[in-house]
């Protein structure tokens, strides 16, 4: 290895205000919610979307709570389930950090069949204005991952190669940029090519399985550079847990699409 790039010297720590301190995870997540839900009320302004502007509003109330409740559930649950049943009041410590996108992606499927079913719109449109919207909030999040130098990659000789201070001495992958990219960048343009074209009924589900199966796939790649919890290390067949956790993603996003392109063909005479 003759170059690597040493690591930014970033303060995790944004805003400092006597006892108020606001780190860039949590201005990851404010940018990802208000620029979303700014977005989403632009996009149920077009004709084909029953989903008020005043709905989007209450619907960020909803996904907040889901975003924040399901992310840190599905770490307890998915990444430390052990040392979190030794240390259950820990669960609240979240400003310690520690959250997974599954475990969030869970929490806003629960907020969003909740506000269908209070409202009377249809889950599926409700999931794809969400689908929509989502990959800002990851592009955010693993920007802050990278600042807060964590989740790093694994040790390689690329000339792009950064030297993250918690993970020793050797140059590693910056994974969070790629994530950043695939799953956040990529992903949003696709979503946004989609999601501005004239709707229909019979396409509805189209968004959310793209953006479950482009999560999947993007996901499962990124994990290919990214280093496995050292809690876990490598599972069954050599996956990490966040390539396990994508295959249902991959393959609902595929049930969803082929349910919507067979609604939309016509009938064979």
């Given at each position: 290895?003759?170059?690597?790039?040493?690591?930014?010297?970033?303060?995790?720590?944004?805003?400092?205000?006597?006892?108020?301190?606001?780190?860039?995870?949590?201005?990851?997540?404010?940018?990802?919610?208000?620029?979303?839900w700014?977005?989403?009320?632009?996009?149920?302004?077009?004709?084909?979307?029953?989903?008020?502007?005043?709905?989007?509003?209450?619907?960020?109330?909803?996904v907040?709570?889901?975003?924040?409740?399901?992310?840190r559930?599905?770490?307890?649950?998915?990444?430390?389930?052990?040392?979190?049943?030794?240390?259950?009041?820990?669960?609240?410590?979240?400003?310690?950090?520690?959250?997974?996108?599954?475990?969030?992606?869970?929490?806003?499927?629960?907020?969003?069949?909740?506000?269908?079913?209070?409202?009377?719109?249809?889950?599926?449109?409700?999931?794809?204005?969400l689908?929509?919207?989502a990959?800002?909030?990851?592009?955010?999040?693993?920007i802050?991952?990278?600042?807060?130098?964590?989740l790093?990659?694994?040790?390689t000789?690329?000339?792009?190669?950064?030297?993250?201070?918690m993970?020793?001495?050797?140059?590693?992958?910056?994974?969070?940029?790629?994530?950043?990219?695939?799953?956040?960048?990529?992903?949003?343009?696709?979503?946004?090519v989609?999601?501005?074209?004239?709707?229909?009924?019979?396409?509805?589900?189209?968004?959310?399985?793209?953006?479950?199966?482009?999560?999947?796939?993007?996901?499962?790649?990124?994990?290919?550079?990214?280093?496995?919890?050292?809690?876990?290390?490598?599972?069954?067949?050599?996956?990490t847990?966040?390539?396990?956790?994508?295959?249902?993603?991959?393959?609902?996003?595929?049930?969803?699409?082929?349910?919507?392109?067979?609604?939309?063909?016509?009938?064979?005479?």
């Amino acid at each position: 290895m003759l170059f690597a790039i040493p690591f930014p010297a970033f303060d995790p720590v944004a805003i400092e205000l006597g006892p108020l301190v606001i780190r860039w995870y949590a201005l990851a997540y404010i940018a990802g919610l208000l620029i979303g839900w700014r977005l989403a009320r632009r996009l149920v302004a077009r004709p084909g979307w029953t989903v008020t502007r005043e709905g989007v509003d209450d619907l960020l109330f909803y996904v907040t709570l889901g975003v924040i409740l399901g992310g840190r559930l599905g770490y307890v649950l998915f990444y430390q389930p052990g040392y979190y049943a030794a240390n259950p009041l820990e669960i609240l410590y979240v400003w310690r950090g520690g959250m997974s996108f599954h475990g969030g992606l869970i929490g806003v499927l629960v907020a969003a069949v909740y506000f269908a079913r209070r409202t009377g719109a249809h889950p599926l449109e409700v999931a794809d204005l969400l689908a929509a919207v989502a990959p800002i909030g990851l592009f955010f999040g693993r920007i802050a991952n990278f600042i807060n130098g964590e989740l790093w990659g694994r040790v390689t000789d690329v000339p792009w190669a950064v030297v993250f201070p918690m993970a020793g001495p050797e140059p590693r992958h910056p994974s969070q940029i790629y994530e950043a990219l695939l799953e956040g960048l990529l992903l949003f343009v696709v979503l946004q090519v989609l999601a501005w074209r004239p709707r229909r009924p019979e396409q509805q589900g189209i968004l959310t399985g793209v953006f479950l199966l482009g999560y999947g796939l993007a996901r499962s790649f990124a994990e290919l550079y990214r280093e496995p919890d050292a809690q876990l290390g490598y599972l069954w067949g050599g996956l990490t847990m966040g390539q396990i956790l994508s295959i249902p993603l991959v393959l609902a996003g595929l049930y969803l699409l082929l349910r919507a392109l067979r609604s939309v063909q016509p009938a064979t005479r």
